[in-house]
């Protein structure tokens, strides 16, 4: 059948119409991706700026030279005890943990080591009650307390400690630093902080000299009477500035910062806590 010039004319334009629409709705249902625009990059790092934080999954990068070793050492003690339980501590520099009267674990990272930021997790077993005595040492080059002694960076240095134990089979908090333990500052050095200008630093120095307390031998043991030392000093996590392993652990809203009345001068300090019954 042959249309007439204007009906052909007229259903040329409404066939043309109808494959425009169905294109139309299909373009709204399924919309192209847009092109990628070049501020949808990442901008290159610039001079100075942190390193991005690493996705789930990352490895961890190696710690840097000089960093002090891991940020945080985890480990599993061989010895007697009824219960389990996992420790965690936190200390600048260094510390070593008695359980009991008996020695449990010191700091990975030895002494030594300048800028030795780091924590221990660690799992042990134990009898109640039980007895918690920390020897805790800040980095000291000598007796006048001072590091990088004969450099331009010559400087008091300061200390900080955090800890908590826990019930393994509970998750049950057994004990974390506070004001509640008991503690005795052994070393403090210098005598004034005018000793940082000294070019050769010395205890024979009045401005350098070091107060030492002696304490008994038997102090990290269950019987040994601590009622004449001083609750724990704490500090605020500003005032320590807990870096290298401490974010690493979550600790209880219980836990504190301590050390002894005077962060930097305070270069060996002991305390202890019983818990349990």
């Known amino acids: 059948m042959i249309l007439p010039p204007n ?14 629409s169905v294109a139309t709705v299909s373009s709204a249902q399924n919309p192209p991706s847009p092109p990628p625009r070049p501020d949808d990059a990442s901008p290159p790092p ?11 999954g990352d490895r961890a990068p190696p710690p840097k030279p000089g960093s002090g070793g891991r940020e945080l050492t985890e480990s599993s003690l061989s010895n007697q005890g009824a219960y389990s339980v996992t420790g965690e501590v936190w200390a600048d520099n260094w510390f070593k943990l008695y359980i009991n009267g008996a020695p449990l674990i010191e700091d990975s990272v030895p002494i030594t080591t300048e800028r030795s930021f780091n924590a221990e997790r660690f799992a042990f077993q134990t009898d109640f009650p039980m007895t918690i005595a920390f020897e805790f040492r800040d980095f000291m080059e000598n007796s006048t307390g001072l590091e990088y002694v004969g450099t331009r960076r010559q400087q008091m240095g300061d200390g900080g400690a955090i800890a908590q134990f826990r019930d393994v089979a509970t998750g049950k908090l057994l004990a974390a630093t506070g004001s509640d333990w008991r503690c005795i500052t052994v070393q403090s050095a210098p005598q004034d902080r005018s000793c940082e200008r000294e070019s050769n630093p010395a205890t024979s120095l009045a401005n350098c000299a070091e107060t030492l307390t002696p304490v008994s031998g038997d102090w990290m043991t269950p019987g040994f009477d601590d009622s004449a030392w001083s609750g724990a000093t704490v500090h605020s996590a500003s005032a320590v500035r807990p870096k290298g392993g401490y974010d690493q652990v979550k600790w209880d809203p219980a836990a504190k910062l301590i050390w002894g009345p005077d962060l930097q001068k305070d270069n060996i300090v002991y305390c202890r806590i019983t818990v349990g019954g």
């Not at 009906?7 to 425009?20: E, H, N």
């Not at 610039?46 to 789930?56: E, Q, V």
């Open 7 to 20: 009906r052909s004319s007229a259903l040329f334009v409404a066939i043309v119409l109808g494959v425009l």
């Open 46 to 56: 610039r001079p100075g700026d942190a390193p991005p934080p690493p996705r789930a």
